[in-house]
Antibody, heavy 125, light 110 residues
Framework: QVQLQESGPGLVKPSETLSLTCSVS????????WSWIRQPPGKGLEWIAY???????NYNSSLKSRVTISVDTSKNQVSLKLSSVTAADTAVYYC???????????????????WGKGTTVTVSS | QSALTQPASVSGSPGQSITISCTGT?????????VSWYQQHPGKAPKLMIY???KRPSGVSNRFSGSKSGNTASLTISGLQAEDEADYYC??????????FGTGTKVTVL
């Protein structure tokens, strides 16, 4: 059974870049899409971005200018970088496997079926 | 995209049925049968409960059911149990292969 584990610094200074890694175990990273979702303290979930194992990406338009998502198939890892962080970026960051059809016009799937436990990131000086 | 609108809280007694609404627009919920629901207990990761509006993943109780009418999707929990007390989030396909989540609903079992 596939498992996801997020990791990264728990504290990031304002204006710096937040870097997180999601390690996939129990299954291959290939043939799936992988997403990052975050949740500020006491607030709801926000989809950030996703990436296909081949490198194809898509981003939330509200974060696109600051976000980079990448994949390393040799390590079975997905990474997230968020630049110019502020206190508003303080959140629990989740990695999730997301089911998306290969054909852009297909109208099925589009949901996250496996989630990591999340990692807390605080932006503070 | 703006977050989908959910009631902040819904409550019910054990054994009762409750329904959580998730209201979007004709650009997301209204245009696609691609709404999913997630259950989140305090301090835990979200768990998939419903996908494609009304389908249940293997292992999810049949007490959970989903539906949609127009721009509003709904999650119904029948035979409410203490373990159902959690936060629930809807999520919809929002076009251009993107997603939008709901604001979240806290379910309290009285």
């Amino acid at each position: 059974q596939v498992q996801l584990q997020e990791s990264g610094p728990g504290l990031v200074k304002p204006s710096e870049t937040l870097s997180l890694t999601c390690s996939v175990s129990g299954g291959s990273i290939t043939s799936y899409y992988w997403s990052w979702i975050r949740q500020p303290p006491g607030k709801g979930l926000e989809w950030i971005a996703y990436i296909y194992y081949s490198g194809s990406t898509n981003y939330n338009s509200s974060l696109k200018s600051r976000v980079t998502i990448s994949v390393d198939t040799s390590k079975n890892q997905v990474s997230l970088k968020l630049s110019s962080v502020t206190a508003a970026d303080t959140a629990v960051y989740y990695c999730a496997r997301v089911l998306i059809p290969a054909a852009p016009s297909a109208r099925y799937y589009y949901y996250m079926d496996v989630w990591g436990k999340g990692t807390t990131v605080t932006v503070s000086s | 995209q703006s977050a989908l609108t959910q009631p902040a809280s819904v409550s019910g007694s054990p054994g009762q049925s409750i329904t959580i609404s998730c209201t979007g627009t004709s650009s997301d919920v209204g245009s696609y049968n691609l709404v999913s629901w997630y259950q989140q207990h305090p301090g835990k990761a979200p768990k998939l409960m419903i996908y494609e509006v009304s389908k249940r993943p293997s292992g999810v109780s049949n007490r959970f059911s989903g539906s949609k009418s127009g721009n509003t999707a709904s999650l119904t929990i029948s035979g409410l149990q203490a373990e159902d007390e959690a936060d629930y989030y809807c999520c919809s396909y929002a076009g251009s292969r993107t997603f939008v989540f709901g604001t979240g609903t806290k379910v309290t079992v009285l």
